[in-house]
């Protein structure tokens, strides 16, 4: 803990209790930091808890909630390096919520961010305000709902910020032009880089799983056939968003990136976290990954046109709310297409096979960076399978997605 108390020296204490009461007459006084919870609740950054005594008549103390790129692992940490995890972040909290202010947009969805620099990022401790993560695996119709009124609002934002851009120069803007290294997606960038190593090793345990699954109206080596072959597009369809509207992606919606205030037991208000991920895309991309991710099939047969629907809904609302002149069409703005869904289910499917731990993974493998390494990548098909075989929760829903994979890819067939 020596080293991370000397993660923030007396200045970032003094900018940060600045930032937080709007004012330079205070004097720091100490801090601390302590480990924000004993669970992990991610791959890509470390958490903690910082105090901050101050005098200001009195002497008071504040609460902060700091993260670091996560160097336990010389393996997390080159990986999260590859992907500009801590460069996206950083973009939004300095950049892009300061060129919204610009024109007034404003973005209620995302905490106070009071210290950006490398890697080392403090924001409001959103949990002494009521805030805390949902209580169940998968998150019912009135969470989804509220969960989706900020994912709008982030989407809505960019569609703003790109439309009032264009008008002031007097031609198109595209934040992906000026901003290409951050909002680039990681996993299907033409850059070789660590991301796609992953992607790729996982796909191969995807195929080993599919050799395997219980055979149902088709034979396994078609829907691996199939599935190769979509594979082997993904450059195109990538490309071909670009004719359609596209804005600013979180990238990684499952339930660990959200907080929520109830009242009454309900969810009233969510706000977004971890944005290490972003990218530039069609909003269809995060609306699909958080439905597929949040939710079991049998919720997604009776709800998903209820939620596409209150969606687009949300986006109207929040474009309107900004007097924004002509609002697109929901066919505008979401891109239903099947290579999109069937692109979204199979990320979604790579993401769950890591959000997910299986029983049979033993602790150790996140404390030994050999045994990370082949956890992440040597041996990803070899985890994936025997995962597969010897739990049978994670059987169950990886099991789902897959079959749900191949539904999708073989409609219209």
Known sequence: MDGVHKLLTHEDCTKIIQAKLGTNDVKVLSHRIKPFSDEVKGLMGQHYRV???????????????????????????????????????????????????????????????????????????LSVKGYSEVPNDNMDLDTCKIALESIAKLHGSGILYEAYKTQVQGSRYRLIDNYPSVLRNVFLSKDDNIPKVWFRKSLEGVYELIRIL?????????????????????????????????????????????????????????????FQLIAYGPPSSDVLHFIFHNTRKSFRDVNMQILIDYYYECVKRYLCQHHFPDVPTKDQILLLTKDVQVLVKLLCLLDRAVTIIPCDVPASTFDNDEEFRKYLFDERATYLVNSYRADDAFREIIEEDLLELRNLLCSGC
């Not at 088709?218 to 195109?236: C, F, G, H, T």
């Open 214 to 274: 219980p055979e149902n109206h088709m034979k396994n080596e078609i829907y691996e056939a199939k599935l190769r072959e979509y594979v082997s597009r993904l450059d195109v369809i990538s490309a071909s968003f670009d004719n359609h509207l596209c804005t600013v992606l979180h990238g990684d919606l499952w339930q660990n990136n959200f907080l929520f205030k109830y009242y009454d037991r309900k969810p009233c208000h969510n706000v977004l976290l971890d």
């Open 51 to 125: 105090e901050i005594d101050y005098e200001e008549e009195i002497s008071k103390t504040e609460q902060f909630f700091m993260k670091i790129l996560n160097g336990s692992l010389k393996t997390l940490f080159d990986m999260c390096m590859s992907a500009n995890a801590y460069e996206k972040e950083e973009f939004i909290y300095v950049t892009y919520l300061t060129e919204l202010k610009k024109f007034n947009i404003e973005l209620d969805c995302l905490p106070r961010c009071f210290l950006c620099r490398p890697y080392v990022t403090v924001l409001e401790d």
